[in-house]
């Protein structure tokens, strides 16, 4: 006999899929544009070696698509979560930056700043796009902290191993 | 598995699976290359309430971005390359060298090749660029000058595509950056050829 699924485990189990969709989403993307993606991760100024550069702008897409899946099928979920935190913290820091950047060096309003960050989704209002990831950092977060009992596809681990039970 | 354990699984594979995947992508990147020669920083920063980075060029006399047009010829110049203006590159264009591939013209960009590319242009979108040098290479090494576009405005493409045939041995003093690119060729009308290169499908530019 299986014990009752808390809600807290639905809960994780759809942030799973959000989180893992988008970054499979994001990921795909940016794998299908890779010049373009290199462009962008070059505005940011951050490394200047050229096979650094280029290994960022190879790797990141699929990275993320990896990770993204890890979450959505549940393989691996934790870890793929604490890798997801572990990505978002520093692109967060940086795009915040570029648009700090942005606003000493034309003055606008920083909520008015708009640019395409290299996040996958196109050019976004950097106000939005801080408060979206400060989200996925919390969810994912949360999904990292402590296990969960949800195994690929929502199956829970109980019922994958339960025994037959002979009458 | 333990948390910090499976972190870093998830990471090596992550990384293995990026690598893996790039380099059998048709689209990959070569780790190696540098697709950005010459380059000492990234482009000045730019969002989008940037207007002027966006605004049409109407023509070469009224451009209202003729400091930023004299700081992009400096720049070329610094580095050995030639810049041409507008005028001078139709003036090449109606060279009989032209029609002779002694004058030689390299549109550096990826689709927007076949959506309409200045008449007679090669495509050499210099981040692919073993896909196009077997082929160019003779034609380049023996044409006297050759003009190097890409979209125009911020775009830096073609610099860096001249500097990359500099660098593999076409001489410097053929190789002529036209800054203005598509966006100003565009802007002032000028016919733009469809799809391949000589495919004889002439449209007029929108502006």
Redesign the interface.
């Known amino acids: 006999m299986t014990a009752p699924i808390a809600k807290s485990e639905y809960i994780r189990l759809l942030l799973r899929w959000v989180i893992g969709g988008l970054f499979i989403y994001m990921g795909l993307s940016k794998?299908?544009?890779?010049?373009e993606f290199?462009k962008l991760v070059?505005?940011?100024?951050m490394v200047h070696q050229?096979?650094l550069l280029?290994?960022i702008?190879?790797?990141?897409?699929?990275?993320e698509m990896?990770?993204g899946a890890?979450l959505v099928t549940g393989v691996?979920r934790?870890?793929?979560a604490?890798?997801t935190v572990?990505m978002l913290v520093p692109f967060t820091f940086i795009v915040a930056r570029?648009a700090f950047?942005?606003h000493a060096?034309?003055g606008?309003p920083f909520c008015?700043?708009?640019?395409d960050c290299g996040c996958g989704s196109g050019?976004m209002v950097i106000c939005h796009k801080l408060v979206e990831n400060g989200l996925l950092i919390l969810a994912a977060g949360w999904l990292?902290a402590r296990p969960d009992r949800m195994l690929i596809f929502g199956r829970r681990k109980s019922d994958a191993v339960e025994p037959v039970t002979v009458s | 598995m333990k948390l910090l354990p499976e972190t870093l699984v998830v990471a090596g594979l992550g990384v293995a699976f990026g690598l893996l995947a790039n380099a059998v992508s048709p689209r990959g990147l070569a780790l190696g290359q540098n697709y950005f020669p010459g380059s000492a920083s990234a482009p000045p920063v730019t969002a989008t309430p940037n207007v002027s980075s966006n605004a049409p060029v109407a023509n070469t006399s009224t451009s209202p971005t003729e400091t930023a047009e004299a700081a992009v010829f400096a720049r070329l110049q610094s580095k050995g390359l030639q810049p041409a203006t507008l005028a001078e590159v139709q003036q090449l264009l109606a060279d009989p060298r032209f029609a002779l591939d002694q004058i030689v013209v390299l549109d550096d960009r990826d689709h927007e090749y076949a959506e309409g590319h200045i008449p007679g242009a090669y495509q050499f979108f210099h981040y692919r660029a073993p896909e196009f040098l077997p082929t160019l290479l003779p034609v380049l090494m023996a044409a006297e000058k050759i003009v190097v576009y890409c979209g125009g405005g911020s775009c830096e493409d073609s610099e860096f595509a001249a500097l990359m045939l500099a660098e593999i041995g076409v001489p410097k003093d053929k190789l002529v950056v036209y800054a203005g690119g598509m966006k100003e060729w565009k802007a002032n009308g000028l016919p733009l050829e469809l799809g391949e290169r000589k495919s004889g499908r002439l449209a007029p530019a929108t502006r």
């Open positions: 794998a299908l544009h890779p010049v290199l070059r505005q940011y100024e050229p096979w280029n290994s702008a190879a790797v990141l897409p699929w990275f990896f990770c890890a691996l934790r870890g793929a604490l890798v572990l570029r950047a942005i060096a034309q606008t008015d700043i708009k640019f050019p990292a």
